[in-house]
């Protein structure tokens, strides 16, 4: 069964950098696209950043476009979001996930973190 495990959130001001990991216990993790997820505290959980197996292909929410980069490490089975000028709008609970392609929705993964809490204050 897979398992992802996020880590890196936590508390920054406005205009901060932070860096979240996601370790996969995934068995075909070097076939597998990964992407981020986020919820803030009553919105649904939105698209973040994505890449493919090959680290190759990747797609970025327009909100975080030139801010954020998503990469990955297939001998660590890790992917990496490096979250660069934060503003108070980008905090939220982070998920990662897994998938057979790269996509933008929800649906594409199949596999889920349990999340990490990133506050990004004003």
């Known amino acids: 069964q897979a398992q992802l495990v996020e880590s890196g959130g936590g508390l920054v001001q406005a205009g901060g950098s932070l860096r979240l990991s996601c370790v996969a216990s995934i068995r075909t993790f070097r076939n597998s696209a990964m992407g981020w997820f986020r919820q803030a505290p009553g919105n649904e959980r939105e698209f973040v950043a994505a890449?493919?197996?090959?680290?190759?292909?990747?797609v970025y929410a327009d909100s975080v476009k030139g801010r954020f980069s998503i990469f990955r490490d297939n001998t660590k089975s890790t992917v990496y979001l490096q979250m660069n000028s934060l503003k108070p709008e980008d905090t939220a609970v982070y998920y990662c996930?897994?998938?057979?392609?790269?996509?933008?929705?929800?649906?594409?993964?199949?596999?889920w973190g349990q999340g990490t809490q990133v506050t990004v204050s004003s």
């Open positions: 996930a897994a998938g057979a392609n790269i996509g933008t929705l929800e649906t594409d993964f199949g596999a």
């Open positions: 890449i493919s197996w090959s680290g190759g292909a990747t």
